[in-house]
């Protein structure tokens, strides 16, 4: 069982940078593929980022790429989301999740955070 709790949103203006957080309880997190989703209000939940056991892969949605990086530091068993350059429609609720693979979909990862707001405006 992995719990995760996510940090680090808020509100910043277009152009602006924040960077999340994703604290892992548990013994087994750096066993676990990480990704982010982010889900929008009135749209579904999409891929933002993710992350292998080692950190040595990543992978990126198109929507983020050269923007946003995604990091692990295993003996803190916490993941990161560095977003640069934030755009108003990256405005939403950021979820980090635990999974077996560096995938894009939801239904590959095992575990979920509960979220937390990121807003950017105009």
């Known amino acids: 069982q992995v719990q995760l709790v996510e940090s680090g949103g808020g509100l910043v203006q277009a152009g602006g940078s924040l960077r999340l957080s994703c604290a892992a309880s548990?013994?087994?997190?750096?066993?676990?593929?990480m990704g982010w989703f982010r889900q929008a209000p009135g749209k579904e939940r999409e891929f933002v980022a993710a992350i292998s056991w080692s950190g040595g892969i990543t992978y990126y949605a198109d929507s983020v790429k050269g923007r946003f990086t995604i990091s692990r530091d295993n003996a803190k068993n916490t993941v990161y989301l560095q977003m640069n350059s934030l755009k108003p429609e990256d405005t939403a609720v950021y979820y980090c999740?635990?999974?077996?693979?560096?995938?894009?979909?939801?239904?590959?990862?095992?575990?979920w955070g509960q979220g937390t707001q990121v807003t950017v405006s105009s």
């Open positions: 999740a635990a999974g077996g693979v560096v995938g894009s979909l939801a239904n590959e990862y095992y575990y």
């Open positions: 548990g013994r087994t997190f750096s066993s676990y593929a």
